[in-house]
């Protein structure tokens, strides 16, 4: 019998917790409903103008996006058409690449994904064999790096796998989480929050290069089979 009386004193409970929960929702939505009365035909009329002048906004932005070559991982043949993408948009990833190392292939389909996610940000790829004064002046010795920009100036690096997990399996959401970190994309999740599990060993610290002049056209490979 007391073990009844428990049970029943326990359902009791719970009934007045949602019956509160329930008041608290209904007045919620007694006040949303109030605010919605109070609101005229003249400023309905005005939150709709600013609501559709917003998505026209939004709309050219992404078709100036476009004709700029956004949206999608392209190749460029030289370091003139480096400069030249680069002075049109604010935001671009340029990955310097070699075609001997198998690591450059593995960014290449993820940076192809990012491409049509991101169509703020400028996706490009350039032989650092067709551009030894650029890989001079960025100081890109190790393969694969991929260069991020802002306004035509480098913001950072991200040198090999390292700040990746240190692994060739690094998801997409990985590389997202780490151009999200320079500001290079619009990252919409939480940059304390690291994709990978690893994270706690090999820390935030991101890879920096160092100020070291080129010489002649040798570039060490983050890979270990060229």
Request: with cysteine; net charge negative; glycine share 6%.
């Amino acid at each position: 019998m007391e073990g009844n009386g428990s049970i029943d004193m326990f359902s009791e409970v719970l009934e007045n917790q949602f019956l509160q929960a329930a008041k608290l929702v209904e007045s919620h939505l007694d006040s949303e409903i109030q605010k919605l009365d109070q609101i005229g035909e003249d400023e309905l009329e005005l939150l709709k103008e600013k609501r559709l002048a917003a998505l026209r906004k939004a709309q050219q932005q992404k078709q100036e996006w476009l004709s700029k070559g956004h949206g999608e991982y392209r190749e460029i043949a030289s370091e003139r058409d480096f400069f030249q993408e680069v002075k049109e948009s604010e935001k671009v990833v340029c990955h310097f690449y070699r075609d001997t190392t198998f690591r450059c292939k593995i960014l290449d389909r993820h940076l192809a994904i990012l491409a049509k996610k991101h169509l703020e940000t400028k996706f490009l790829k350039l032989n650092v064999e067709k551009a030894p004064f650029l890989c001079e002046r960025l100081r890109i010795k190790v393969i694969p790096t991929l260069a991020l920009l802002r306004d035509g100036k480098t913001q950072d690096y991200v040198v090999g796998f390292t700040d990746l997990g240190n692994t060739d399996d690094f998801t997409t959401d990985t590389l997202e989480w780490r151009l999200g970190c320079s500001d290079v994309i619009n990252y919409s999740g939480n940059l304390m929050e690291p994709p990978f599990q690893s994270q706690k060993k090999f820390g935030t610290n991101f890879t920096k290069l160092e100020k070291k002049t080129i010489r002649g056209k040798k570039y060490d490979s983050d890979s270990d089979d060229d």
